[in-house]
């Protein structure tokens, strides 16, 4: 009797953990994918920026570095990305946000919280895997525009959602 009531409970268990989604990971090769497709983005408008890619965990999976570019935006672009990541927001619309909304301000009192524009989330079959942060493109849109640009180049990201989807490069 306790035998057929331990197969019953295995195969419960066997069920219910089928039911678990499946996460999907960001590797090496598309990070690396992406952070030059943000490179080109920008160097084909003229700029030079640092690029860096987070996973679902906020580690750095990859950074990459145009020419030129001053060394805090090294920091500031994987700050961007990790508050992509943990918001499941651009940085662009949490800095819009906070503009208006003082709980939302609140954020910027985050020593690891960048709300500055150009991190954006990373989307795959439908779940949030990382995020992009770009920095030193001349300003916030351009950022944002470059790390726009970079998913659309990408085949293995999803559009980002619910963001400013066009908001142009700007002098």
Known sequence: ???PLILLGLALLSQSAAALPR????????????????IAACRAQGRAIVVSVVDRGGNLVAVQRSDGVGPHNTNASRKKAFTALSTRSSTLDLARNA???PDTRNLATLPELLLL???VPLRAQDQVV????VAGGGGAL????CALAAIAATPAFEPPRNQLTNPG???
């Open 130 to 133: 990382g995020a992009i942060g």
């Open 142 to 145: 351009n950022d944002h525009a």
């Open 1 to 3: 009797m306790r035998k």
């Open 99 to 101: 503009a208006l909304d």
């Open 23 to 38: 996460p999907v990971d960001l590797d090496l090769a598309s990070a690396n994918s992406l952070a030059g497709a943000a």
């Open 169 to 171: 490069i700007h002098p």
């Open 117 to 119: 524009g150009g991190g």
